[in-house]
């Protein structure tokens, strides 16, 4: 089983950047495409952006276009998220997700479609 382990979270100000990491393990050879998501209490959980290991692709949900940037550094086994210009509405607990050569990624932004996940890290926007 691979294990992913998120960083970086914190508290902000409106307007102001985090960058989230996720170590994953066997990051090369076991996952097809990884992802993050959030999810906030009393909602369902819901996808911001993937990438696809081998060649790179990317993804963004409409929610976070342009201002949040996904990438990943295979030989270090690590998956980042650069958010910029953060509002409160991006308040919520954030996860990485890793899905293997079974999923696919047509079903990339369903949380369905992901294996493994990290314990998530909290994320608080202020105005």
């Known amino acids: 089983a691979q294990v992913l382990l998120e960083s970086g979270g914190g508290s902000v100000e409106s307007g102001g950047s985090l960058r989230l990491s996720c170590r994953v393990s066997?990051?090369?050879?076991?996952?097809?495409?990884t992802g993050w998501f959030r999810q906030t209490p009393g909602k369902e959980r819901e996808a911001v952006a993937s990438?696809?290991?081998?060649?790179?692709?990317?993804a963004y949900s409409d929610l976070v276009k342009g201002r949040f940037t996904i990438s990943q550094d295979k030989d270090a086994n690590m998956l980042y998220h650069q958010m910029n210009n953060l509002t409160p509405e991006d308040t919520a607990m954030y996860y990485c997700?890793?899905?293997?050569?079974?999923?696919?990624?047509?079903?990339?932004?369903?949380?369905?479609?992901?294996?493994?996940w990290g314990q998530g890290t909290q994320v608080t926007v202020s105005s």
């Open positions: 997700a890793s899905a293997t050569h079974a999923n696919k990624w047509s079903q990339k932004f369903s949380p369905s479609e992901y294996k493994y």
């Open positions: 066997a990051y090369i050879t076991s996952t097809y495409f």
């Open positions: 990438i696809q290991t081998g060649n790179g692709v990317i």
